[in-house]
């Protein structure tokens, strides 16, 4: 069933840190007292929740008859803007330790109904993650570390972080401490700090998506572009295939990249053929195994 008209609301938590955990909420406008699924999304590196066509995604996700509730990582160093790296000094200090915290956070404010919507009714048995790139990464780990789980889909994941560190930034971690990020978008230095590469190498077993993966036998999609610029599309097959579970897939799209054809800020009037073809996939997916 497709539904014409949706709701949206604003709204943040505290992390475990007390810091915002700025989330939107979109319910399909149905009965009173409808019992949804519910789908969370988590965004990646130097991402944001309202990063490109993202928002438009959430949308189809909600006509389609989810509660979707996407959110801003504590750490991920957008502020009040919501579009715009205004806190670097949270953003210095973010760790894959936190970012799966946030999501635990989000999963216990749902149940506690500190989330909620005034019309409709979020089922805490049925709840959906999706997240790319790093994102993607995290959503491995969470969907591993929270049994209220149930369903996970993953767009161009990082299959094993620790492997993302180039020697110039181990480098600079081991000789001052942090290292310099550039926003490639805003030409914005955002510096990042050891902490982060010490808690990912310190805690691997628990952090670390290819490790989880094993763990997982939960329906499990995994999506990546044939050509990936930024995480070699192998990562997702190296974690669909470690994955055990016996509902899974596998799509790799053919001429398309990291964000499948979608860039920030998205102005065009129509998705780019492939990054439609991904949504798709990630609505058949939550339709046959979330509903």
């Not at 401490?177 to 590469?197: A, C, E, F, V």
Request: proline share 4%; with cysteine.
């Amino acid at each position: 069933m497709s539904f014409s008209s949706i709701s949206k609301q604003k709204g943040h938590i505290l992390s475990t840190e007390k810091l915002p955990i700025y989330y939107d909420l979109l319910t399909p406008v149905t009965s009173i007292g409808t019992v949804l699924p519910v789908i969370l999304f988590v965004h990646g590196f130097k991402g944001f929740k309202d990063w490109g066509a993202f928002p438009d995604v959430y949308e189809e996700l909600a006509r389609a008859g989810f509660a979707v509730i996407a959110f801003n990582l504590s750490l991920n160093g957008v502020g009040k803007s919501m579009l715009e790296f205004d806190e670097p000094e949270l953003f210095r200090r973010q760790t894959l330790s936190q970012d799966l915290r946030d999501v635990g956070s989000v999963i216990t404010a749902i149940k506690s109904k500190e989330i909620k919507s005034e019309k409709v009714v979020l089922d805490t048995d049925r709840i959906g993650l999706f997240g790319h790139s790093r994102g993607g990464h995290t959503a491995v780990t969470a969907a591993a570390e929270y049994a209220e789980i149930q369903c996970l889909v993953t767009w161009a994941a990082v299959a094993d972080y620790n492997k993302r560190w180039s020697s110039e930034m181990v480098n600079d971690w081991l000789k001052k401490g942090y290292t310099d990020i550039k926003n490639s978008r805003t030409g914005q230095i955002l510096p990042l700090d050891r902490l982060g590469y010490d808690d990912a190498l310190e805690n691997a077993e628990k952090l670390i998506a290819l490790n989880r993966v094993r763990e997982l036998y939960i329906p499990s999609m995994f999506i990546a572009g044939k050509d990936d610029e930024s995480v070699p599309c192998t990562d997702t097959e190296i974690l669909y295939r470690s994955s055990p579970s016996d509902e899974k897939d596998l799509r790799i799209i053919d001429n398309t990249g990291h964000t499948f054809g979608v860039s920030h800020p998205f102005e065009e009037t129509d998705f780019p053929t492939e990054f439609s073809e991904v949504i798709d996939l990630t609505e058949g997916w939550f339709l046959d195994h979330l509903r």
